[in-house]
C-alpha cells in the first residue's frame, strides 16, 4: 500500500472550523475515490464522507450539512472541511482512498496515517 499524508487536524472551540487534507506524495499517482472515516476512543468507527471520481459525495447524517468534502486533482489531493464542529466531532480523522499510477495504470488502496481532531473550549 501506499500512504497518504494527512494535515489540518488539531484543537478547535465549539462552533469552530478546520480543513483536513489528504494527498498523495507522489506527483505521478492520482486518487481516484476517496473518503474520510473517524475513529473516537470507545467508540465503532465512523464513515464521515465518501467521494467518487466524479466528485459526487455521501456524506453520514452526523455532518451533513456541516462538513463537505472536496478535491484538488492537480495537487493530487482531497480535502475535508469541517464547520460548526462540536464536541462529539472529536476523533481521529483517516482518509482512505484508491490511487492510479498515471504512468502505467497500476492501481492500489492507501491510508492516511491519521490526523486527531479536538473539538472542546
Known amino acids: 500500500q501506499v500512504q497518504l499524508v494527512e494535515s489540518g487536524g488539531g484543537l478547535v472551540q465549539p462552533g469552530g472550523s478546520l480543513r483536513l487534507s489528504c494527498a498523495a506524495t507522489?506527483?505521478?499517482?492520482?486518487?481516484?475515490?476517496a473518503g474520510w472515516i473517524r475513529q473516537s476512543p470507545g467508540k465503532e468507527h465512523e464513515p464521515v464522507a465518501f467521494?467518487?471520481?466524479?466528485?459526487?459525495?455521501t456524506y453520514a447524517d452526523s455532518v451533513k450539512g456541516r462538513f463537505t468534502m472536496s478535491r484538488d486533482n492537480s495537487k493530487n489531493t482531497v480535502y475535508l472541511q469541517m464547520n460548526d464542529l462540536k464536541p462529539e466531532d472529536t476523533a481521529v480523522y483517516y482518509c482512505?482512498?484508491?490511487?492510479?499510477?498515471?504512468?502505467?495504470?497500476?492501481?492500489?488502496?492507501?491510508w492516511g496515517q491519521g490526523t486527531p481532531v479536538t473539538v472542546s473550549s
Open positions: 482512505n482512498a484508491s490511487l492510479v499510477d498515471g504512468s502505467n495504470g497500476w492501481a492500489a488502496n492507501a
Open positions: 507522489e506527483s505521478r499517482l492520482s486518487i481516484n475515490v
Open positions: 467521494m467518487v471520481s466524479d466528485g459526487s459525495t
